[in-house]
């Protein structure tokens, strides 16, 4: 099982930016993915998750009304897109496979992913 979170970089306050999570060695379509986020100095916080089939997503309330997570199936891939960027979303992105297939809830609990990509940076600063 691998995830590849990509597409991070330095972007101006207001800005935007959309992130990619690759995915392959496992039935991409039975499993939810998340993106989780730690900026230096803090924990690591969940910012969205989509789910197995695509038709359900979660927001933490941070990010709710200016991210937008989708899956492409036929790509195995999750993509993050980021508006409104600003200082305070500046930090390591991750995205992370569900440890149980087809789970009907959306976990927002780091330790509910037994699969991590390595992390992408995204900078927002003028």
């Known amino acids: 099982v691998q995830l590849q979170a990509s597409g991070g970089g330095l972007v101006q306050p207001g800005g935007s930016l959309r992130l990619s999570c690759a995915t392959s060695?496992?039935?991409?379509?039975?499993?939810?993915i998340g993106w989780f986020r730690q900026a230096p100095g803090r924990e690591q916080e969940f910012v969205t998750a989509?789910?197995?089939?695509?038709?359900?997503?979660r927001y933490a309330d941070s990010v709710k009304g200016r991210f937008t997570v989708s899956k492409d199936n036929a790509k195995n891939t999750v993509y993050l897109q980021m508006t409104s960027l600003q200082p305070d979303d500046t930090a390591v992105y991750y995205c992370?496979?569900?440890?149980?297939?087809?789970?009907?809830?959306?976990?927002?609990?780091?330790?509910?992913?037994?699969?991590w990509g390595q992390g992408t940076l995204v900078t927002v600063s003028s």
């Open positions: 989509i789910n197995w089939s695509g038709g359900k997503t």
């Open positions: 060695g496992f039935t991409f379509s039975n499993y939810a």
């Open positions: 992370a496979r569900d440890k149980i297939g087809q789970r009907y809830t959306l976990s927002s609990i780091t330790t509910e992913y037994n699969y």
